[in-house]
């Protein structure tokens, strides 16, 4: 987001305005309030005596409320204003909005105060693109209040603005079709005040609640939920270290993880990761299943909500319009009226090839934390459809490799990998590879997949045939990969295959989560190494998406040369996994700097200029933040860091920690072992 | 032969009685069809019973014949259905989730695996189909 806008947020509904409180959308930017992918608020201003107000601060004093301290304009700075306007704003499902006027003149004043509301009731995806509303708007003022509406046949969204009387001295209040008028008297040196509450209402859908979540001096997030956010940080495990900057990053990301909690329709008491603000605030497989894998050592119950509702929605049928097939795990899921309408395919879409092994691979790591076996049975039946989906319908030419190509030829992803711009997938001379593609990650996530549905065959479905077969067919697998994805005179792996069984012969961090997935033979995991943290891929604050020096690279290209925080805390664990301990602990130590220019939100993405070049890190213009995988991101950093495993029913501890850190210590940390703590002294010297 | 009506629908539902599909799923679904009756299905690990005007029901999913209609034979999604206002859907989502497969028709899953082994023969005749170069996907960037 740009610095320019105050975000409030609450799951799938939240405010975006300006260091005003004010919100003036314009077609194309999100401005305005948001509510289940709709916008129920485009204009939202106030001004007083017929002028503006002017920002002398603003707090986000969380991530659900903000406070503005604003003056009348008064067109030259050598004037002082006899007035100040506080405006106080609370998220739930809509807003509240304290509204304070105070006068601190010997005279009283009398104001008229003018809040001016309207709402288009755009579909998210059409504030991206531009589009022309098909149904029609209306407005009318029943009961007190004004009611904003669209209808489009039996699809009707409503915004309901109200004003109750706070602590005023006197009141006069006229509701029209454009907003709230109040006509008021302050008395010298007292104030006025009046409370806004404005509800994003979808007649029909029955509602928990009746009104907004929050009210005055209501400092508790979420009450009909359980978690507060006190609570969920003091639940986390309490980080101590020498580095004052990365206890803020982590006290940064467990704030943000906790704001970008998503309750699901399905379970509504429940949290899951949404995938960042402000254009994924939805359910998406992937985001949602890594950011969970993430921070399973800090708060495992995401996993088990991610799971669970993945499991739900998992497809059962052979759907091209949403790209669906049995067994399929979704990609994204909204509710916006393009949705409703069959005019985008995210009801779910399931344009992702990658999601449904990673499934997998959070079930039985969930599992290994937790010790929750209730869930491996709970999710048995789901688990095994995703096995069938990967032989059956993930590889869609029997060559053992998993493949895409979009069946949805007009609205569906072209790229149904992580890297899902259209122009991510490239050989080195920079031109595109055909279709269908196999990337390479997708191929370690299957691996990885089978070798741990083996072990929940064995230990919990009772299937030793089931745990025997996939153990062959990983076997097999990873030694055909090591073949036939290797490109031996550069001494990587392809990006993918491409729809000519070709190499793809880009380097890429995809061969970061090569290493991760264990699918690399003991002997290319050095060459693997090298590349990782050698120039062309090591910017110095982190591995870049795409390497130096390949026809497509370019540093502010989305998923071709910019440096992705999740993608690096992945890599770090690869390195780990195969012994390169130094060089896990580089890209931890790359990525934890960069996060302090960051004030500790490490953006989805940042720009790939050398580090030595630039000396901070430079913001990628259109990046969403907070994003929840790249929130996740310094929380698997400091498992690479400590090197922390579950193993039986113990934690091992293993730390490679940079030098330049001196004590890390991770207090607390939940699992199947109760509590544990880790400690670790910084002894590694940097490569 | 496919039944034009709720009631049809519900008959034939009745006769299949056991569908391996819902084998796991315990609850009751109860369908207020506008202008026609209510129908009550309770499933039992894959074992179902219909009720024409029995009351209660953890998933109360209310709708007219003819959205019912097009849904049980695929014609209409059921979320986009909810999501467009011509569908109520309340009580234990989770029961909704699974909803095709309780009526017969495309909806149902073993009904639809036969149909995709179909559609899988056609598709691998057609494979060399015309690709459209211009249609790009939506980039996840604002």
């Known amino acids: 987001m740009s610095g320019d806008h105050v975000s409030v947020l609450d799951g799938s509904t939240f405010v975006v305005s300006d260091r005003r409180g004010d919100i003036e959308a314009s077609p194309t930017d999100t401005l305005g309030l948001f509510h289940r992918d709709t916008r129920h608020l485009s204009r939202w201003t106030v001004s007083v005596g017929g002028r503006r107000l002017d920002p002398l601060s603003t707090d986000d004093l969380h991530y659900f409320m903000a406070q503005f301290f604003l003056v009348p304009g008064t067109g030259t700075v050598y004037a002082d204003s006899t007035l100040s306007v506080v405006r106080r704003r609370s998220v739930g499902d809509g807003f509240h909005e304290d509204l304070t006027v105070q006068n601190h003149s010997a005279e009283p004043a009398d104001l008229e105060i003018r809040i001016e509301a309207d709402a288009d009731f755009a579909d998210l995806f059409e504030v991206k693109d531009a589009l022309m509303k098909k149904g029609e708007r209306y407005s009318r003022i029943e009961d007190g209040r004004l009611v904003l509406g669209y209808r489009r046949d039996r699809f009707v969204r409503e915004t309901w603005i109200s004003a109750s009387q706070g602590a005023s001295t006197s009141r006069d209040v006229a509701i029209d079709e454009r907003g709230l008028v109040f006509r008021v008297r302050v008395e010298p040196h007292g104030e006025w005040s009046t409370c806004l509450d404005v509800r994003a209402v979808i007649p029909g859908r029955t509602s928990s609640r009746q009104s907004v979540k929050y009210a005055h001096s209501d400092d508790t997030p979420r009450p009909n939920v359980g978690t507060t956010l006190e609570q969920w940080l003091a639940d986390a495990p309490q980080l101590v270290s020498s580095w004052d900057e990365l206890g803020q990053t982590y006290e940064r990301s467990l704030t943000d993880l906790a704001a970008l909690r998503f309750f699901p329709a399905l379970a509504p008491d429940q949290a899951l990761p949404a995938a960042g603000l402000p254009w994924f605030m939805t359910l998406f497989g992937r985001d949602s299943i890594l950011t969970s894998f993430q921070a399973l050592p800090f708060v495992p119950e995401l996993a088990r909500t991610t799971l669970r509702v993945l499991g739900l929605r998992q497809g059962t049928r052979r759907d091209d319009f949403r790209d669906e097939e049995p067994g399929k795990i979704l990609h994204e899921f909204r509710e916006g009226e393009m949705t409703a309408f069959e005019e985008r395919p995210q009801s779910p879409y399931f344009g992702a090839s990658d999601t449904t092994p990673l499934f997998l691979v959070l079930l039985d790591e969930y599992e290994r934390w937790t010790g929750d076996a209730g869930i491996v049975h709970e999710l048995e039946r789901e688990a095994r459809a995703a096995l069938r989906w990967i032989d059956e319908h993930g590889d869609r030419d029997g060559d053992g490799y998993i493949e895409y190509e979009r069946r949805n030829k007009e609205t569906g992803l072209e790229n149904q990998c992580w890297k899902d711009s259209w122009d991510s997938i490239r050989f080195a001379d920079g031109s595109l590879a055909p279709l269908p593609r196999a990337t390479c990650e997708i191929q370690g996530y299957t691996y990885d997949a089978k070798v741990r549905a083996a072990r929940l065959a064995r230990l919990f479905w009772g299937d030793l045939a089931l745990s025997e077969r996939l153990e062959r067919e990983a076997a097999a697998l990873k030694r055909r990969f090591n073949s036939d994805y290797w490109i031996p005179d550069r001494a990587f792996f392809a990006l993918a295959l491409d729809g000519e069984k070709r190499k793809v012969d880009a380097l890429t961090s995809n061969i970061g989560h090569l290493l991760w997935s264990g699918i690399v033979d003991d002997d290319k995991a050095d060459a693997i190494a090298r590349h990782l943290l050698d120039d062309k891929l090591f910017s110095g604050w982190g591995v870049r998406t795409m390497a130096e020096g390949e026809g497509g690279y370019n540093p502010i290209g989305y998923h071709v040369g910019t440096v992705w925080p999740h993608d690096n805390a992945f890599i770090a664990m690869g390195l780990r996994r195969y012994g390169y301990r130094a060089q896990a602990a580089r890209v931890a130590q790359g990525l934890l700097d960069a996060a302090v220019y960051f004030h500790g939100r490490l953006p989805e993405a940042f720009a790939g200029y050398p580090r030595r070049r630039t000396r901070y890190p430079v913001a990628y213009p259109t990046a969403c933040s907070p994003q929840a995988w790249a929130t996740g991101a310094p929380l698997l950093l400091l498992r690479a860091m400590l090197g922390l495993e579950p193993v039986g029913e113990r934690l091992l501890v293993d730390p490679a920690i940079p030098a330049t850190i001196e004590r890390l210590e991770l207090l607390g940390i939940p699992g199947r072992w109760g509590r544990s703590d880790a400690f670790g002294r910084g002894r590694v010297e940097l490569p | ?142």
Do not use: W
Not at chain 2, 24 to 33: L, M
Not at chain 2, 52 to 73: H, N, S, W
Not at chain 2, 118 to 125: I, V
């Open chain 2, 1 to 142: 032969m496919k039944p034009k009506n709720a009631r049809a629908l519900f008959e034939q539902a009745a006769a299949g009685r056991h569908n391996p599909a819902l084998e796991g799923i315990r609850g009751s679904y109860r369908f207020d069809v506008e202008g026609v009756s209510s129908f009550r299905v309770d499933v039992d690990n894959g074992d179902i019973t219909v009720t024409e005007g029995a009351a209660g029901g953890d998933c109360i999913i209310q709708c007219d014949e003819q959205d019912l209609v097009r849904i049980a034979y695929g014609q209409q999604n059921l979320l986009t259905a909810v999501l467009q206002g011509r569908v109520r859907l309340e009580g234990d989502l989770v029961l909704a989730q699974r909803f095709h497969g309780i009526l017969p028709g495309p909806g149902s899953n073993a009904r639809r695996e036969e149909e995709e082994k179909e559609e899988k023969k056609e598709e691998d005749q057609q494979e060399q189909a015309a690709e459209n170069p211009d249609a790009r996907p939506r980039r996840r960037v604002a």
